[in-house]
C-alpha cells in the first residue's frame, strides 16, 4: 500500500476531515489533534495495512513506523487539502489551557494531570530535534573512537597520525557540534514555540546560557556576598554560576518565565511601542533572573541528581550497580509507552555536561535489544502456529528494533501480546545490569540498539555496550521462549 492509499484508507477511518484539527509526525508515529475521539474507529484502524498500532493519548497517535511517518503525513495533508480541509490554526497556550486536548484526553477516559501535560510539553520541545540528536551524535561518537584508536594510540606509541585522519576527526566534530554547541539555543526556541513566547527571544535565553561571560560576570561577584564564593576557577564545575549552569532545565524553565513577563508586558505596552519595548524588556527581565535565579537553582538541582546517579554507578557495592541498571532497564519500556522517557533528555544533558558522558542512556538503551530477543521469540512461534500476519508484522519491525527504534515493535509486537511486553523488559534488565557494571559510558545520545555503538566513549565502553545488547537479546529470547505459549500467538 503507497503512502496516499494509506492515508485515503485512514481518513474516513478517523471520522473524516471535519474531525481533523491539526497534523504532525515524529520519528515513528502520526500525530493527530481530533475534534472527538469517538468518531475514531479504532478497532479497523489497527487492522489496517501499514499501521502498526495506535496510542490515544492528548492527541491521538497512528504508529507507522520509522522513515515512514512523515511520508504518510504529508500524503495525509495533501489527501485532506484535496477534499478542501483547511488546517484549524490555533494559539500555542500552556499545557493547562489547552480546552480541547483535554476535552480529547477526557472522551479518551484519561485523566490529563499536570505530570502528563509536562511530560507532553518536553517531548514537543525535543520532537523536532531527533533527527540533529541522532546526527549530532553518530558525527561525535565516531570522531571520538577514530580518535582513540587512530590517533592517540598511534601517537601513544610514538608515532604520527595521518594527517587525513586527523582533517576527517576535525571534520566530524565541527558537524556534530553544529548542533551539540548550540543544543540549549535549540532547546530555547522550540520551548519558546510551546509556552507562547517569541521564538527568537527564547532563543536568546538559551544562548545567554552557554555564553562564555557568565564566567566573568559570575567571578566579579566573588566577594561581594562574604565568602560566598560564586565562580571558582580551580574547579569551575563547582561554582555556583558558570556558563552552562542548570543544562537545558534551566532554560525550559527560563523560557517559561520569558513567555509569562512577555505576554503581561504585551498588555501593558502600547502599540507603537510594542516592537521596541517588549521584547527588550522581556529579554532584560528574564535574562537577570536567569543569571541570578534559575541557573543556580537548576544547577543546585542537577548536582543531585548527577550526585545520585553517581552513586548508583560508581558504587563500591557490586549489588547496587547490578540491580540499579536491571531495574532502570526493566522498566523503560513502560516509560516509553507512558511517554515518560522524553524527560529524560534533560538528565542525559546534565551527565554529559557535567561528566562529559552520558551512563544512563546506555543503560536504558538495553529495553529495545530486550524487546529484540522478545520478538525473534514470537516469530519462530509465529511461524509454528502459521499466523503469518504476525509475521509479517516483525519482518517489518524487527530490523528498525536492531537499530534502535523499538516504538513498531512495542505497538505492532510485543505489546498486542501483553505477555511478551513484560518478558522484554526483564531480558533487557540483565543488559542493563551489565552495562551499570561494566560503566559503559557514551558521549551524546540518540539512536540506541546497534546504532549507539560509534557513541560510546572508548573502545572498552564499546566492547560492553555490545555484550550488553548481546545479553538483553539473549535473555529476552529466553524468558520469552519459556513464558509464551504458541495458543497466545496463534489469537493475536
Known sequence: MTHEELSKTLLPLLGGKENIIAVANCMTRLRLTLVDLRKVDSRVLKQTEGVLGIVEDLNFQIIIGPGKAQKVREAFEIVLKEQGWIAHQTATTEPDNDWQANKNALKAGQKPSKMRNFLKVIGNIFFPLIPAIIAGGLFRGIASLTNQLLIAEVMKNGGTPLQSI???????????????????????????????????????????????????????????????????????????????????????????????????????????????????????????????????????????????????????????????????????????????????????????????????????????????????????????????????????ALPAGFLGVGEPLIYGVTLPLGKSFITAGLGAGFGGAWIMLTQVGTTAWGPSGLVGLPLTKDPSSFVNYFIGLLIAYLMGFIITMIALKKEDVANV
Open 166 to 396: 586527523v582533517i576527517t576527526v576535525q571534520l566530524l566534530n565541527l558537524l556534530g557540534n553544529a548542533f551539540w554547541s548550540y543544543f540549549a539555543i535549540f532547546t530555547g526556541v522550540n520551548a519558546a514555540k510551546q509556552f507562547g513566547a517569541t521564538e527568537v527571544l527564547g532563543g536568546m535565553i538559551g544562548a545567554m546560557s552557554i555564553d562564555p561571560l557568565v564566567n566573568t560576570i559570575a567571578n566579579s561577584f566573588n566577594g561581594v556576598f562574604g565568602d560566598l564564593v560564586i565562580y571558582n576557577a580551580q574547579t569551575p564545575l563547582q561554582s555556583l554560576l558558570i556558563s552552562g549552569k542548570g543544562g537545558v532545565i534551566g532554560v525550559i524553565f527560563g523560557v517559561y518565565l520569558l513567555s509569562i513577563i512577555e505576554k503581561r508586558l504585551r498588555k501593558i505596552i502600547p502599540d507603537v511601542l510594542d516592537l521596541v519595548l517588549t521584547g527588550f524588556l522581556a529579554i532584560l527581565i528574564t535574562g537577570i533572573l536567569m543569571l541570578f535565579a534559575v541557573m543556580p537553582l537548576a544547577g543546585l538541582f542537577s548536582d543531585i541528581l548527577i550526585k545520585g546517579l553517581s552513586y548508583l554507578i560508581n558504587s563500591p557495592y557490586t549489588i547496587v550497580n547490578v540491580i540499579s541498571g536491571y531495574v532502570l532497564a526493566a522498566l523503560f519500556l513502560p516509560m516509553v509507552l507512558l511517554g515518560l522517557h522524553h524527560g529524560l533528555i534533560p538528565i542525559y544533558d546534565i551527565q554529559l555536561q557535567q561528566l562529559g558522558y552520558v551512563t544512563l542512556f546506555p543503560v536504558l538503551a538495553m529495553a529495545g535489544a530486550g524487546q529484540v530477543g522478545a520478538t525473534i521469540a514470537i516469530y519462530l512461534k509465529a511461524r509454528q502456529v502459521r499466523n503469518f500476519r504476525m509475521q509479517k508484522i516483525i519482518t517489518g
